[in-house]
Structures are given as structure tokens and as C-alpha cells.
Antibody, heavy 120, light 107 residues
Framework: EVQLVDSGGGLVQPGRSLRLSCTAS????????MTWFRQAPGKGLEWVAF??????????EYAASVRGRFIISRDDSKSIAYLQMNSLKTEDTAVYYC???????????WGKGTTVTVSS | DIQMTQSPSSVSASVGDRVTITCRAS??????LAWYQQKPGKVPKLLIS???SLQSGVPSRFCGSGSGTDFTLTISGLQPEDFATYYC?????????FGQGTKLEIK
């Protein structure tokens, strides 16, 4: 079964850091790009970050709202994608989902989400 | 950034009705558009990719169409399990952006 399990969320103070993990199974992780989204309470979906497969250079893309603060990475040997979140702000409070983008574009597999709350 | 505008923001309908949701892109995106369904407290589910390609396992009452800047999602013969929020997403270029969502409610 193709599956993503996201984890690492929690309560953190503004300005601190947190690292989310997305553990994949059921498919060849290294062949696929990976991406992170978030959804603030009662709000819509927001794309956060994207990482290409090594075959496409492993390069990354970021939403303007997180660029310079968040870092997406991957460990293909462990089938895990990460989202390192630094200098967290209260507006980063959301459920964070990792997803597999089919053809690099359409999110056909999603993790169940992990909740990040940034508050003092 | 490409802005995605969905309408309506909410719609009430009855079981068996036909509903159409529209999504307009601020610039042409060819057919790089997806539709997702999200139920409260649940993960988004991909319904349609490439504007009109139905995902495996998605009922045929869901139909997507359009290209360029104007797209539609039509649900024919609404079923109780279809009441949810629907989002369009452009996949033409980064940053990937979503419409604000359309909440489909039971009348």
C-alpha cells in the first residue's frame, strides 16, 4: 500500500525551530518529487515547499511566506522527506501535510497531517 | 503568482442534483489543473488531474473540463458522500496555488 506518514508537529514558541518528517512506503521514494502543504485552522490549502528527485537534481522550491526560514530535504536511503522550520511565527500555525506529486504536479498521495502550533 | 478564483464559495444542493463549480486562473495554465475534495478533519483527495483526467476509483459522476484560464468541476447526481469542500489547484508553475474552496452543503 502506498502510504505517507507525517510526524514531528507540536507546540513551539515563536522564533524557535521544528523539524517535520514524512516517511514513505509502498513506492520507490527516490523516483518521486515530494512536497509539503499546510492548512491553517478554518482556512484553505497552501503549498509550502517542493523537492525534486535526485534524477532532476534534487532542487527545491518554496512559497514566499517561508522562503529563507524553511528547508525541505530528503533522505532517499530512508524514504523520508523533511521540513526544517526555523524562526517560526504565529502565522505558521497549521496542519502540515506531506504529499507525493504525480508527474510533479498533482498530489495523489497525502499524509494524514501533523499539527504545528506556534504560540508563547 | 497565478491567482485562482473559485466560484461559488458555497452552494447548497440536494441529493440527486447537478452542481457546477468554476475555477478561473489569472493567467493561462494550459490544462495543468487539479481538483481536490476535502471532508472536515480529513485529508484532501485528488479527484481530477490535468483538468479532465479522472483519478482511479473516483466515481464517473465527477467531471472536469476546461483549459487556459477557465475550468469547471461538475458533479452529476449528487450523493450524500459528496458534501464536502472542493479546491482547484494550478500546477503550471511555482508557487502552486489553490482556489479558496467551494463548500458544498446539503439543502
Amino acid at each position: 500500500e502506498v502510504q505517507l506518514v507525517d510526524s514531528g508537529g507540536g507546540l513551539v514558541q515563536p522564533g524557535r525551530s521544528l523539524r517535520l518528517s514524512c516517511t514513505a512506503s509502498g513506492f520507490t521514494f527516490g523516483d518521486d518529487a515530494m512536497t509539503w502543504f499546510r492548512q491553517a485552522p478554518g482556512k484553505g490549502l497552501e503549498w509550502v515547499a517542493f523537492i525534486r528527485s535526485k534524477a532532476y537534481g534534487g532542487t527545491t522550491e518554496y512559497a514566499a511566506s517561508v522562503r529563507g526560514r524553511f528547508i525541505i530535504s530528503r533522505d532517499d536511503s530512508k524514504s523520508i522527506a523533511y521540513l526544517q522550520m526555523n524562526s517560526l511565527k504565529t502565522e505558521d500555525t497549521a496542519v502540515y501535510y506531506c504529499a507525493r506529486p504525480a508527474f510533479g504536479r498533482y498530489m495523489d498521495v497525502w499524509g494524514k497531517g501533523t499539527t504545528v502550533t506556534v504560540s508563547s | 503568482d497565478i491567482q485562482m478564483t473559485q466560484s461559488p464559495s458555497s452552494v447548497s444542493a440536494s441529493v440527486g442534483d447537478r452542481v457546477t463549480i468554476t475555477c478561473r486562473a489569472s493567467q493561462g495554465i494550459s490544462n495543468y489543473l487539479a481538483w481536490y475534495q476535502q471532508k472536515p478533519g480529513k485529508v484532501p483527495k485528488l479527484l481530477i488531474s490535468a483538468a479532465s483526467s479522472l483519478q482511479s476509483g473516483v466515481p464517473s459522476r465527477f467531471c472536469g473540463s476546461g483549459s487556459g484560464t477557465d475550468f469547471t468541476l461538475t458533479i452529476s447526481g449528487l450523493q450524500p458522500e459528496d458534501f464536502a469542500t472542493y479546491y482547484c489547484q494550478q500546477a503550471n508553475s511555482f508557487p502552486y496555488t489553490f482556489g479558496q474552496g467551494t463548500k458544498l452543503e446539503i439543502k
